[in-house]
């Protein structure tokens, strides 16, 4: 999942508590929910049936668009195709508050049963999403709740990715390419954003319990990913002999990228979250990159959509569900991609692996 970086969301003072101190071994909630597995998130036959006769409608209120967003977004169609649940409106907020708030006032208007949402600025969607909620609309959160939110009351549920998963397998990924042993640099988001901050703190705290013969001797903090190919020049001259650089997710990698190739270094390996098409292929040209973790956000979608369902026939809802993770590599990225946003890689990618 692209991390929602431009949110402008502060995370819950425990669960960053808990980030800082690494004492995590499974990813939590914004408020420190624990996890439900999106496997676990079903109906039975009879539930379908008594949703499929309620005629109830959908709508998908998103934050941007991009390939994760379609992908979600196709999971969620689905998965209401199969409740006889209709949707009646899709929005892109550009990452613009007020047009947020515009595509709810928008949305009202049609009255829907369900609504999914990224809430973009937690101040600003509390007011925003309140016309919803006083409608007694079941809303389904990705990520982010509105400041006050309270489960069960104001939203069904959140779902989200398996941040420490992603994590971990960055971690053991990194680990399998250097033979288990070396020095590594960690590049991480230096925000507060349980999201990134969880993802980031699990291949830190994976290298250092699992991985005794891999020293973390470097790390840079990134909050600008434009800044990512000048941060990693000054980490390259000082670590001239790194064996790997994970990297918080992929847009600064490609920074990175650029860095060791204006630098020369075809030895150094690149692990970095979410997929992206430089890195790919990068990844099957056998370059730096040795391969990118990610969620599977088609599995995402659906877990949204039954999630909602729950809150139509008042069954209790988990209050955090997440969606699995994924490794892709050379080996697998055609098989990846699909797992990961339900499409096929981008072309370049797919005559790269000929």
Same mark, same amino acid.
Request: aromatic share 6%; glycine share 8%; proline share 5%.
């Given at each position: 999942?692209?991390?929602?970086?431009?949110?402008?969301?502060?995370?819950?003072?425990?669960?960053?508590?808990?980030?800082?101190?690494?004492?995590?071994?499974?990813?939590?909630?914004?408020?420190?929910?624990?996890?439900?597995?999106?496997?676990?998130?079903?109906?039975?036959?009879?539930? *379908?049936?008594?949703?499929?006769?309620?005629?109830?409608?959908?709508?998908?209120?998103?934050?941007?668009?991009?390939?994760?967003?379609?992908?979600?977004?196709?999971?969620?169609?689905?998965?209401?195709?199969?409740?006889?649940?209709? *949707?009646?409106?899709?929005?892109?907020?550009?990452?613009?508050?007020?047009?947020?708030?515009?595509?709810?006032?928008?949305?009202?208007?049609?009255?829907?049963?369900?609504?999914?949402?990224?809430?973009?600025?937690?101040?600003?969607?509390?007011?925003?999403?309140?016309?919803?909620?006083?409608?007694?609309?079941?809303?389904?959160?990705?990520?982010?709740?509105?400041?006050? @939110?309270?489960?069960?009351?104001?939203?069904?549920?959140?779902?989200?990715?398996?941040?420490?998963?992603?994590?971990?397998?960055?971690?053991?990924?990194?680990?399998?390419?250097?033979?288990?042993?070396?020095?590594?640099?960690?590049?991480?988001?230096?925000?507060?954003?349980?999201?990134?901050?969880?993802?980031?703190?699990?291949?830190?705290?994976?290298?250092?319990?699992? @991985?005794?013969?891999?020293?973390?001797?470097?790390?840079?903090?990134?909050?600008?990913?434009?800044?990512?190919?000048?941060?990693?020049?000054?980490?390259?001259?000082?670590?001239?002999?790194?064996?790997?650089?994970?990297?918080?997710?992929?847009?600064?990698?490609?920074?990175?990228?650029?860095?060791?190739?204006?630098?020369?270094?075809?030895?150094?390996?690149?692990?970095?979250?979410?997929?992206?098409?430089?890195?790919?292929?990068?990844?099957?040209?056998?370059?730096?990159?040795?391969?990118?973790?990610?969620?599977?956000?088609?599995?995402?979608?659906?877990?949204?959509?039954? *999630?909602?369902?729950?809150?139509?026939?008042?069954?209790?809802?988990?209050?955090?569900?997440?969606?699995?993770?994924?490794?892709?590599?050379?080996?697998?990225?055609?098989?990846?991609?699909?797992?990961?946003?339900?499409?096929?890689?981008?072309?370049?990618?797919?005559?790269?692996?000929?």
């Amino acid at each position: 999942m692209k991390p929602r970086v431009q949110l402008k969301l502060t995370a819950i003072a425990a669960a960053i508590a808990a980030l800082s101190t690494g004492a995590i071994a499974q990813t939590m909630g914004p408020g420190g929910e624990s996890p439900t597995l999106a496997s676990e998130v079903t109906l039975t036959d009879a539930e *379908v049936q008594q949703i499929k006769g309620m005629d109830a409608t959908a709508a998908l209120l998103w934050h941007t668009s991009s390939d994760f967003v379609n992908a979600v977004t196709a999971g969620a169609e689905d998965e209401f195709k199969r409740l006889g649940i209709e *949707v009646v409106a899709t929005t892109d907020a550009g990452f613009d508050s007020a047009k947020q708030m515009s595509d709810i006032e928008t949305v009202m208007a049609k009255s829907p049963s369900i609504i999914l949402a990224l809430p973009l600025d937690p101040t600003t969607s509390a007011q925003a999403f309140k016309s919803a909620v006083d409608a007694g609309v079941k809303i389904v959160l990705l990520s982010n709740v509105p400041s006050g @939110y309270v489960q069960g009351k104001d939203y069904v549920g959140i779902v989200t990715d398996d941040l420490f998963q992603m994590g971990k397998q960055a971690a053991d990924a990194l680990a399998e390419s250097i033979g288990g042993k070396g020095k590594v640099a960690w590049i991480f988001h230096d925000a507060q954003y349980y999201v990134t901050n969880q993802r980031d703190n699990a291949f830190k705290q994976t290298i250092e319990s699992d @991985y005794p013969d891999i020293e973390i001797v470097a790390e840079a903090g990134i909050a600008d990913p434009a800044r990512a190919e000048e941060i990693a020049n000054a980490l390259i001259t000082k670590n001239p002999d790194l064996d790997g650089i994970y990297v918080t997710w992929a847009e600064p990698a490609e920074g990175v990228l650029a860095a060791l190739r204006a630098a020369g270094n075809t030895t150094t390996k690149i692990v970095a979250l979410d997929l992206s098409e430089p890195l790919a292929l990068d990844m099957v040209n056998d370059g730096n990159v040795v391969a990118l973790t990610a969620d599977k956000a088609y599995e995402l979608g659906r877990t949204m959509a039954t *999630v909602g369902a729950y809150g139509l026939i008042d069954k209790p809802a988990p209050a955090f569900s997440v969606a699995p993770a994924i490794t892709v590599t050379k080996e697998n990225v055609a098989d990846g991609w699909k797992q990961s946003l339900n499409r096929e890689p981008p072309q370049s990618v797919i005559d790269a692996m000929k």
